[in-house]
């Protein structure tokens, strides 16, 4: 059995820094109700409920699943959590997608958060994740990691600092038009170039903040979504792939670069050809990609056919990818003004969803019928790309 499947539901917390006010389950059940209220549904209506989160040690709680269950309505019903770093949010998205277009369940709960600040060293717990044999030696973090991407951007491309900038003012300017955003300051070209190198090329203000929040999406089937709101947003194509787990087995070999990102390319592909995309450039409204740094939003543009391989850098420098251009991307901010890891990709999801929808708020784009979003996690090792449109052609999803 295979069904049409569309988001009816959005719940969101406010991210910032630290949520004292609330435990665990409460923070998650902040944004189910507001999902619930979006789709102006019972949590009785729910068949079933996929629950994300990274890395226990973020939260210092083992197994936080257990202790959420109550709160996201899992009691009796199908429950499974979901793990894949970064790209926690779109991978459980993608897990309920298929509950529903299975013909197993109805309606589907997705809910992911993070309280990153309840650990005792983010970074430390970063650091782990690379192998402890061939890598350890090579003092990787997130933010070397990336600056090794960075500066083969600039090596390949002619990707420039000034470039890289750019991004983090659009996205920061974004980001004042979103209620739920965890920073909300509009910073300068100039600011950003000259404020604290974390790891050349890479800056402070280029860099994501670490938050804490909750993001919660209903899922239905077509019969059931027709039922209930009159502008779903419907999930066109979804698709996802890994990458290799060695970081020096993605570094030039055959066709291959870091920089590329073959990885999400494919997860484009696939989920490209399920929606009946085929220029993604000219067919593409909107895009919500996932992009903690500057150049990741550069790269990831390029990865999943925005603009060409190498031409990122002019994308933000020609204005194209602002909100008034021709290809907004991140208009909600993106994850360079709020980043609750495990929420993070779903936030994504979310917001490319309320575009097609119209419900973005302050910042909708006018006229947006087709948006794209992305979800990248375990050390840029596994990716998720999803497409959304307000409505269902005649070509079927299972191409």
């Not at 920073?183 to 280029?206: A, D, F, G, T």
Request: one cysteine or more.
């Amino acid at each position: 059995m295979k069904r049409n499947v569309a988001v009816i539901g959005i719940g969101q917390t406010k991210y910032m820094t630290r949520r004292m006010d609330v435990s665990e389950p409460e923070l998650a059940f902040e944004a189910v109700v507001r999902a619930l209220e979006f789709a102006s549904i019972e949590l009785s209506e729910i068949d079933a409920v996929i629950f994300g989160l990274a890395p226990d040690a973020f939260e210092g709680v083992n197994l936080s699943e257990k202790w959420c269950a109550g709160a996201v309505g899992a009691v009796n019903k199908p429950y499974m959590r979901v793990n894949t770093g970064g790209a926690t949010g779109t991978s459980a998205l993608e897990t309920g997608f298929y509950h529903v277009a299975s013909g197993y369940c109805e309606m589907v709960l997705v809910v992911c958060l993070q309280r990153v600040k309840e650990s005792t060293d983010t970074q430390k717990i970063f650091n782990t994740i690379w192998d402890p044999i061939y890598e350890k030696d090579i003092a990787l973090n997130t933010i070397s990691m990336i600056s090794v991407q960075a500066t083969r951007q600039m090596e390949k491309y002619g990707l420039t600092e000034e470039q890289m900038a750019m991004v983090a003012v659009k996205n920061r300017k974004n980001g004042l038009k979103n209620p739920y955003a965890h920073i909300q300051k509009e910073v300068s070209l100039e600011e950003v170039l000259k404020s604290q190198v974390l790891c050349w090329p890479i800056k402070l203000l280029e860099a994501c903040p670490s938050s804490d929040g909750a993001c919660a999406v209903i899922l239905a089937s077509e019969e059931r979504a027709r039922k209930v709101t009159d502008t779903p947003a419907w999930i066109l194509g979804i698709a996802n792939c890994a990458d290799t787990y060695y970081m020096g087995d993605r570094m030039g070999h055959w066709d291959y670069d870091f920089v590329d990102l073959a990885a999400e390319s494919i997860a484009a592909q696939r989920a490209y050809r399920m929606a009946g995309i085929s220029n993604p450039r000219t067919q593409i409204d909107v895009a919500e990609i996932y992009a903690p740094f500057s150049n990741t939003e550069i790269v990831g543009c390029e990865a999943i056919g925005l603009c060409q391989r190498g031409e990122g850098g002019r994308f933000i420098e020609k204005g194209i990818s602002e909100m008034t251009g021709e290809l907004p991307v991140n208009p909600s901010g993106g994850v360079q003004v709020a980043n609750p890891i495990a929420a993070t990709a779903l936030i994504r999801a979310a917001e490319a969803a309320l575009q097609v929808m119209g419900k973005a708020g302050d910042h909708q784009i006018p006229g947006a019928e087709i948006s794209v979003c992305t979800g990248a996690g375990g050390s840029s090792q596994f990716y998720t790309v999803v497409v959304f449109g307000n409505r269902l052609d005649e070509v079927s999803i299972w191409r």
